[in-house]
């Protein structure tokens, strides 16, 4: 189907030496995280963001592709292994990019089948799927807890020791293994007992809970850590970064808000009894 003919049509690559200026600029107004760095470690993160876009080729299937979508792929890619030096993607290769959310079989969403991204495997493998909308949405409300970029990269990170099943290299080891599952049993049943403000998304299984909580630890670090000690503690030896330090307490949001605004967190609950104070 669609993969086959990418096989067929993938052209060679022109090799990135440097990041233009023109790119600086998008990576400042865009990613939040990028913003935020000292201008020693933007230089890491640009040289990181060169080293991917040279490996993994960005392809539009349907839709356009331009360097603003492949700058937010690549930061989607950096931001997760940043405390990584020099980190590579063992399993992939291409980055799909597709004009709205998507089914099982690559249609057009529908009904409960509505995904905006996936790590390929079987005739797929080596490939990420990922909604172009909802790629940009992840990074243009940093509020929300989610980022479907990084929520997808988290995966591969997972899938480092040969599978995807919420236990990340950092935390397969008997002394962290057994206490981080425990972990997730507990805030599973506070997330399926709606008493948590973590995606229920992540009650799915071990590896979407990895995701979930994955997307809140970098979009924002200060809340999780406040409301989540021990899970920001896990995530941080999981990613080896304390994004809190990155990341900025207070910001300006971007959005007009009222107190008696919905949260943009996705609570459901009003902006004031909510994310206001945090």
Not at 166 to 184: F, T, Y
Request: hydrophobic share 35%.
């Amino acid at each position: 189907m669609v993969a086959v003919v990418i096989i067929f049509t993938r052209k060679k690559k022109d090799k990135i030496d440097e990041i233009p200026e023109e790119w600086r600029k998008t990576l400042r107004e865009k990613v939040q995280f990028y913003q935020q760095l000292t201008p020693e470690k933007r230089t890491v993160f640009e040289n990181d963001l060169i080293r991917f876009l040279n490996v993994v080729d960005i392809i539009g299937v349907g839709v356009e592709v331009d360097i603003v979508d492949k700058l937010l792929v690549a930061s989607s890619a950096v931001i997760p292994v940043f405390g990584f030096p020099e980190w590579e993607y063992n399993y992939l290769d291409e980055v799909l990019l597709y004009p709205a959310a998507f089914d099982r079989n690559f249609g057009a969403a529908s009904g409960d089948e509505y995904i905006t991204g996936m790590v390929g495997n079987g005739p797929l493998e080596g490939k990420m799927i990922l909604s172009k909308p909802s790629l940009h949405l992840g990074f243009s409300n940093d509020r929300d807890k989610k980022n479907v970029g990084i929520h997808e990269f988290i995966h591969l990170i997972d899938k480092e020791d040969g599978s995807i099943d919420g236990l990340p290299l950092a935390l397969n080891q008997e002394a962290h293994a057994l206490p981080w599952l425990e972990l997730i049993r507990t805030k599973t049943n506070e997330i399926i007992k709606k008493k948590s403000d973590i995606n229920p998304y992540g009650t799915t299984n071990t590896q979407e809970f990895l995701a979930v909580t994955g997307e809140y630890f970098f979009e924002r670090p200060h809340l999780l850590k406040s409301k989540h000690p021990e899970l920001y503690k896990f995530l941080s030896l999981a990613f080896n970064q304390n994004p809190d330090e990155v990341i900025a307490k207070r910001r300006k949001s971007k959005h007009n808000l009222s107190r008696n605004s919905p949260c943009l967190c996705g609570s459901g609950k009003k902006y004031k009894h909510c994310c206001l104070g945090s």
